[in-house]
């Protein structure tokens, strides 16, 4: 909707505009409601009604139009991350086990989402989750703690090359995924709801782009310490040994990308011009690092070894990502560094 409104003087220090009617009807508004006029970060004004009503939204998926349990898992996640409140899976026949296995693990996957009905045909999930309980920032260093966590054990199995701790990095890779997908839907639900976006501590939906992309890349990250580790167990259980001198140097590139991962978060959480600086050196010292324990491979190491230390560097790589969001909250307003005036 969009039509062109002339402002109209009503007191020395007033002005006012009247609203179209078919935006009050579509709303429900009458005469002597409340309007919060609030103005947005790119100079727009936002009218948003007090007294309105939250909104319950439910999507329905046809089972039958859906080729793979992997599809429909897939279409499920998504149907949260959207903010969707409850997701209903229907089928005109009866549904066929692969499937409904595929689909109840999914959603028993999704933090806050309940399964409230099921029959052969039909199951129904229900979002009980209260959003403002969750901030954003929280979240994302949640997520770094989980990716650490699988960090610090890839180190073990580099040792070991134990199966027990590949499990648990796939376990907390589960976990990492969740709540990846959590974070995805508490911004979108912030970006339809300023009310919950306060609450969340969501400055500006300009931040809600970065969020995401950091998110994913710390996901990503998580992905590649889980592969990683799983070249390094496979390769013992073929019986691949690693020199201990090569070991050890592995085990230095392993810490140092934890700690340029962990440098960088802080710096996307509090973006002082210091902390960024500060990870900026552990990125290019982790990567330089790389480059020496490559080349100081034998060859009976190679490829192998190659790329697993190839992987420590992606990580550090993918870091940069999120230095560059953290650069860019860091310039979007008046700092120590850089000072922002509108002419």
């Known amino acids: 909707m969009s039509e062109m409104r002339k402002l109209q003087k009503v007191s020395h220090n007033t002005l006012t505009v009247s609203i179209p009617r078919e935006y009050a009807k579509h709303l429900k508004l009458s005469e002597g409601d409340n309007v919060e006029v609030k103005e947005e970060v790119d100079g727009t004004l936002s009218l948003i009604p007090v007294s309105r009503k939250p909104k319950t939204v439910k999507a329905s998926i046809k089972v039958d139009m859906v080729d793979t349990e992997e599809l429909l898992s897939r279409l499920v996640v998504g149907c949260y ?38 029959s052969e045909s039909k199951l129904l999930a229900q979002s009980f989750m209260d959003p403002t309980k969750f901030p954003v920032d929280s979240l994302i260093k949640r997520l770094q703690l989980l990716v650490s966590k ?7 199995a580099l040792r070991s090359g134990s199966p027990s701790v590949l499990n648990e990095i796939r376990k907390t890779q589960g976990e990492i995924d969740a709540l990846y997908w959590l974070i995805v839907r508490q911004l979108l639900v912030a970006l339809s709801d300023r009310e919950i976006s306060v609450k969340i501590g969501l400055e500006s939906p300009l931040h809600a782009s970065g969020d995401r ?15 990683l580790t799983e070249e390094t167990v496979y390769s013992k259980e073929a019986g691949i040994n690693i020199e201990e001198k090569t070991m050890k140097r592995i085990e230095d590139l392993a810490k140092s990308a934890n700690s340029s991962f962990e440098a960088t978060i802080e710096s996307l ?57 953290a650069l860019n909250r ?4 008046t700092s120590k560094v850089c000072v922002i005036t509108n002419q």
Request: charged share 25%.
């Open 81 to 118: 991350m959207l903010g969707y409140d409850a997701i209903e899976l229907i089928s005109k026949d009866r549904m066929s086990s692969v499937y409904l296995a595929e689909v109840t693990k999914t959603l028993r996957s999704l933090r806050g989402v309940e399964i409230v009905q099921s």
């Open 213 to 227: 992309v950091s998110a994913k890349t710390i996901e990503e990250i998580g992905r590649i310490i889980l592969e």
């Open 150 to 156: 699988s960090l610090e054990n890839s180190i073990e």
């Open 269 to 325: 959480l509090a973006p002082e011009i210091k902390a960024i600086d500060y990870a900026l050196a552990k990125i290019e010292a982790t990567l330089n690092l790389e480059r020496q324990v490559t080349l100081e491979l034998s060859e009976s190491e190679q490829p192998h070894m190659r790329t697993i230390i190839s992987d420590f560097g992606q990580l550090a790589r993918y870091c940069n990502i999120i230095i560059e969001i």
């Open 330 to 333: 860091l310039l979007r307003k």
